[in-house]
């Protein structure tokens, strides 16, 4: 059983930038793509950024150019840096590999 454990939400101004971390309980992060999605209250899980093995990434256009994902398979940990932070980027975010995902870590932007 593969277990993915999100790290480094919390509460953040508007501008400020938070960095999370998923960490996987094996090897398996090696031979798929990672992505991040995020669950705002009351609304669908959206797709966030994806990484592919090769280090290849893309990004939904609400994030694109603030928030970057990166992969250290050494380490079996995706994270995602996130810049200039909105509150609308408020929700639960959750990281994914395969048919696993994360528990969510909380990200709360706001004044």
């Known amino acids: 059983q593969v277990r993915l454990v999100e790290s480094g939400g919390g509460s953040v101004q508007p501008g400020g930038s938070l960095r999370l971390s998923c960490t996987a309980s094996?090897?398996?992060?090696?031979?798929?793509?990672m992505t991040w999605y995020r669950q705002a209250p009351g609304k669908q899980r959206e797709w966030v950024a994806s990484?592919?093995?090769?280090?290849?990434?893309n990004y939904g256009d609400s994030v694109l150019g603030r928030f970057t994902i990166s992969r250290d398979d050494a380490k079996n940990t995706v994270s995602l840096q996130m810049n200039s932070l909105k509150p609308e980027d408020t929700g639960v975010y959750y990281c994914a590999v395969a048919n696993f995902w994360g528990q969510g870590t909380q990200v709360t932007v706001s004044s």
């Open positions: 094996t090897s398996i992060f090696q031979d798929y793509a």
């Open positions: 990484i592919t093995r090769g280090g290849n990434s």
